[in-house]
């Protein structure tokens, strides 16, 4: 029974998540997100996939296997893709958490499922629909890149579609990862605020914040046990989970494991003390 009221909950935050219009526009932006990234470089000069398609002409793009759509697809996650991830994941999520609170609606809601249930379906929820947007959002990027640009035979690289669709498929698993895990800092955030653009923001410098020093430590440093350390808590980490070998992937995989599981304790520990049951 108690297994049935979670599920119950995280059922109905998902479907209230992914139904609700900011999903939608989420799923967009990381599309448009993806984009920006870099798609060819040519003496020294940048060019991001939307200029490819601008200024390129299209006998330009019919001339190498790097401008076909799969190659494309796989250039999306880029710099500013995963900058905005904890932005972008957490749009659905965070904000209908802090209307409920707001609204007081949670308090019908604790009496029928308990607090640790309600937090666990939350998380859960958060998270699924975190990695949903980034999957659902790469997968239309990547839709629109076999449209637009030429296909791999007409490049003259018929030979190599077999190892990008593998490479294809570890990419869009890596983005759902990616989406997953970049909520848990949001959702903690939850614990201490009820303000969304606080929690959004808050979740965005903290993860970037991370993600920035842990890229340069791991230049710094030599090659060893902080350099697994560092690779394993950088928050960019879940989306190469799927190419890292062993024993890097095992981990990032135990840690992120970790995190969302003290994530959780923390969240319900901070709800807890207050006296109003977390509202």
């Known amino acids: 029974m108690k297994h049935m009221k979670f599920l119950r909950t995280f059922l109905n935050y998902l479907q209230k998540m992914v139904l609700q219009g900011g999903f939608w526009a989420a799923l967009v932006l990381c599309c448009g997100l ?4 870099t798609g060819y470089m040519e003496d020294n000069i940048s060019y991001s996939i939307l ?25 999306g996650m880029g710099t500013y893709s995963l900058m905005f ?4 994941a957490a749009f659905p999520s965070i904000p209908l958490f802090c209307r409920e609170r707001s609204s007081g609606s949670v308090r019908l809601l604790l009496p029928r499922c308990g607090l640790g249930r309600w937090l666990g379906g939350f998380q859960l929820a958060a998270m699924v629909s975190g990695g949903l947007v980034l999957l659902g959002g790469y ?3 990547g839709l629109m890149c076999l449209v637009l640009f030429p ?3 007409a490049c003259g690289a018929a030979e ?7 490479s294809a498929r570890l990419t869009l698993a890596g983005s759902f990862l990616l989406g997953a895990c970049s909520v848990l800092v949001a959702v903690l955030l939850c614990g201490i605020c009820k ?15 991370v993600s920035t020093t842990c890229s340069q430590l791991i230049l710094d440093l030599p090659q060893g046990v902080w350099s697994r350390v560092l690779t394993a808590v950088d928050p960019t980490a879940p989306f190469y989970l799927l190419r890292y070998l062993p024993p890097t992937n095992r981990d990032v995989a135990l840690f992120q494991v970790g995190w969302a599981c003290v994530c959780f304790l923390l969240l319900r520990w901070l709800m807890g003390r207050r006296l109003d049951l977390g509202q």
Do not use: H, K, W
Not at 53 to 59: A, C, G, I, K, S
């Open 85 to 88: 991830t904890p932005l972008v």
């Open 195 to 209: 303000n969304a653009c606080t929690i959004l923001c808050g979740s965005f410098a903290l993860l970037y914040a």
């Open 139 to 141: 997968a239309l990027f």
């Open 160 to 166: 190599m579609v077999p190892m990008l669709l593998d």
């Open 51 to 75: 200029e490819l398609l601008v200024r390129f002409p299209r006998e330009r793009l019919l001339s190498g296997p790097d401008f076909s759509g799969l190659s494309q697809f796989l250039n």
């Open 34 to 37: 993806c984009f920006t990234s």
């Open 151 to 153: 296909s791999p035979s």
